[in-house]
């Protein structure tokens, strides 16, 4: 079903600040992001409007129900020093040390990444973007660093509907794709290319000096987060690479080779073994494999929207 169709739908948007920093103090707010329903716990002052900005579209979980997963985020401080800290717990429990109270949004994002990368292994999960158009998906499979996340913004803001900028998320029974929009973090020159691309995007906060360098994230789209229930399967596999000055180039590569490089780019390969195998032998099978090499936002998008439009069916 469509949620955004569903009349009794409540989003995140319809409480009042008061109500929205009540609830994420209290016993947590219940959020539904993509397949997943994740109670979040925030007691980080900053954080709240924030909160609140970014997360206002989604839609927002009332009453008691098994949620996918409890995260918290809490202000601490540094024993002997008083420098403010955060510390993120998932269940309870802190996967990795504190980090600055002003890092505490990219402290939550990378924190609720992490707690699926770890635990859906009810799905295969693919280290990709993923956008979709007129019903068909284009996958970005690509190792940090090589433009994917800047390259999903850009469609994402062109035309295309975000699933998600890290999560390809494949059912193993079936070849679809399930959508898991959520905000897309940029690092360092991105920012700048993002906000000289796409004026209307929505910005979080700028994050300085974190292990990544500068971050700053992008709200996805409403239409995106609307939308999230709708599956879609792949038909183009784009291996994306941003390469400073490099000229423009889409070449197409065997089915080996994409499998290959697709079969890297996974989360839990390795550990579902047999059944993702299938999956992304599927996925290859179905689908056109590409190359990308680029260095200029504006000139990919647009040859991957004419390439697109070329293809067809």
């Known amino acids: 079903m469509n ?10 948007r319809d409480l009042s600040q008061d109500e929205f920093t009540s609830r994420l103090n209290g016993e947590g707010l219940g959020v539904r992001i993509g397949p997943f329903d994740a109670n979040i716990r925030a007691k980080v002052d900053d954080l709240y409007e924030t909160l609140f900005d970014m997360y206002g579209d989604y839609p927002l979980l009332e009453g008691e129900r098994v949620f996918s997963f409890h995260v918290a985020i809490e202000q601490r401080r540094q024993f002997g020093v008083g420098k403010r800290l955060v510390r993120f717990t998932v269940d309870g429990r802190a996967p990795h040390e504190d980090m600055p109270a002003a890092q505490a949004l990219a402290a939550l994002e990378w924190g609720i990444n992490l707690v699926i990368a770890f635990r859906a292994h009810c799905f295969v999960m693919l280290h990709s973007a993923v956008v979709e158009r007129a ?8 190792w940090p660093g ?3 996340t800047t390259l999903c913004a850009g469609l994402a803001h062109r035309g295309w509907r975000l699933f998600s900028d890290e999560f390809g998320l494949i059912r193993p029974e079936t070849n679809e794709l399930l959508p898991i929009p959520r905000l897309m973090p940029l690092k360092n020159e991105s920012i700048r290319v993002i906000r000289n691309f796409s004026p209307d995007a929505q910005f979080g906060p700028t994050i300085l000096n974190t292990r990544k360098g500068t971050i700053a994230h992008v709200k996805p789209p409403a239409a995106s987060v609307k939308n999230a229930s709708q599956t879609a399967t792949a038909r183009w596999i784009v291996f994306p690479r941003w390469i400073d000055n490099a000229p423009l180039s889409i070449q197409e590569i065997s089915k080996a080779e994409g499998y290959m490089l ?15 195998f299938h999956v ?10 590409f190359r990308l090499v680029y260095s200029d936002l504006d000139e990919a998008v647009t040859a991957l929207n004419g390439f697109v439009n070329e293809q067809g069916d």
């Open 135 to 142: 019903g068909k998906v284009m996958l970005l499979p690509a």
């Open 3 to 12: 949620i955004a169709s569903h009349q009794s739908i409540r989003w995140i």
């Open 280 to 289: 992304v032998r599927r996925l290859v099978t179905h689908a056109d494999c």
């Open 146 to 148: 090589h433009g994917k």
């Open 262 to 276: 697709l079969a890297s780019n996974s989360f839990n390969y390795e550990l579902l073994g047999e059944r993702a």
